[in-house]
């Protein structure tokens, strides 16, 4: 694996006393690279933001800043700037996250990342990796892997035209009743949390988590068609309550289900690194509607 070659100052370890500096430099490698929702665009197309201390003595000293990871496709390795060396006999922690946008803060004691984050129609997903190297005893310095979750759940909605005309106008597509706001904590240590806001989206906000009008949905049992442009949108994960409801215009006739009430082995919850696929299917004289855990779109690849 190819490395970035610098220097890693005393400075920076602050330590009192001049050391040899060590001349294993710190390298990155992720086995699995997700994919951005459904898109075919893989996650070492992408920057990443990294954080990363070392603990001396009593003192811990942060080694990465919100440094920017990005994969070089020239090299066909991870990269940085000013690469760092390990420090032997000390314990390093690593946090990565995606998108390298996201406004976050570190804390250097927990090793633990704060975001503030949002879902709607549009939203981004959020990933992120953990990752810890004890040298206390131990030499090795080998490339430092990053297994990325996913901290949001997925949904996909469907509508099949299973009556025996055609489907004029789908339309006033939109989801409401969620909690789309939280503060999302990840660290090293600890395990990965969310504590979500109070408000939730209201019952006539039609935008927040809008749909895709469609028009002319022709009769066919096995044809599924979203009803999000964009294949699945992003929420946070939460329990399903009453007020959680999806609506949606058939020919001028409104819709509302209840996403928490559809019984049998439906999920009461979405959880973090799950998709869920919603499905309606419009017969003669009612909607059936039916949920199912499918899986996410990944990518393997070996960096």
């Known amino acids: 694996m190819f490395y970035i070659i610098a220097i890693l100052t005393f400075a920076l370890i602050g330590c009192s006393e001049p050391v040899e500096a060590p001349h294993h430099e710190i390298g990155f490698v992720s086995q699995i690279s997700r994919s951005i929702v459904e898109g075919v665009t893989d996650l070492y197309n992408e920057r990443v933001k990294l954080f990363g201390t070392v603990s001396i003595d009593d003192r811990i000293v942060r080694l990465f800043d919100a440094e ?10 991870w990269c940085y700037s000013n690469t760092r060396y390990w420090v032997p006999q000390a314990e390093h922690r690593f946090c990565a996250l995606w998108p390298d ?24 997903d959020l990933l992120y990796a953990t990752s810890t190297r004890n040298l206390v005893g131990s030499e090795d310095y080998s ?33 409401v009743g969620l909690r789309n706001s939280g503060t999302f904590t990840f660290g090293a240590d600890v395990a990965a949390e969310w504590e979500l806001g109070s408000s939730v989206v209201a019952a006539n906000d039609k935008t927040t988590f809008g749909g895709t009008n469609l028009q002319n949905l022709p009769i066919n049992i096995n044809l599924k068609q979203p009803l999000y442009s964009g294949g699945a949108i992003l929420v946070l994960p939460q329990e399903i309550l009453t007020d959680v409801k999806f609506h949606v215009t058939i020919n001028a006739e409104n819709k509302t289900i209840q996403l928490g009430s559809l019984g049998g082995s439906a999920p009461v919850k979405w959880e973090a690194g799950k998709k869920y696929e919603y499905t309606m299917t419009i017969k003669e004289n009612e909607i059936v509607s039916n949920v199912s855990v499918i899986p996410w779109v990944e990518h393997y690849v070996d960096l």
């Open 68 to 77: 920017e990871l990005y994969y070089n496709t020239t090299l066909w390795d």
């Open 101 to 124: 946008s996201t406004e976050c803060t570190f804390n250097d004691q927990s090793a633990t990342v704060t975001i503030n984050h949002t879902t709607s129609t549009s939203g981004a």
């Open 143 to 175: 490339a430092v892997p990053l297994s990325f979750n996913h901290a949001c759940a997925a949904l996909q909605f469907n509508i099949i035209n299973a009556s025996n005309v055609v489907i004029s106008q789908v339309s006033d597509i939109y989801l």
